[in-house]
């Protein structure tokens, strides 16, 4: 049985910091790309980054890139993004994503999803 814990989400001020991991364990058997998604309050879930856990090439939507980045590490299976310059647009429930052929930020690619972590930015 495949399972993603999210950890790391918290309250920070604009312009902060904060990390937040994913912890997959159980055998995923369709697909190498993993990825983030986030969801505010009468908003549809949206794409934030991916990652090929192969060859480690990163994918970001235009509205995080240059401020987030996707990481993963091998050695301890964990899957991390560090989001800095922090918006309050950023607030949403942050969730970790696997099990997809296509290292996309489309919801629909994938197969498994975590519980959310959430994250909140006040201005």
Sequence with gaps: QVRLVESGGGSVQAGGSLRVSCAPSGFIQSGSCMGWFRQAPGKEREGVASISTVSGSTYYADSVRGRFTLSQDKAKDML??????????DTAMYYCAAGSTVCSVAVRDYNYWGQGTQVTVSS
């Design 80 to 89: 991390y993004l560090q989001m800095n310059s922090l918006k309050p647009e």
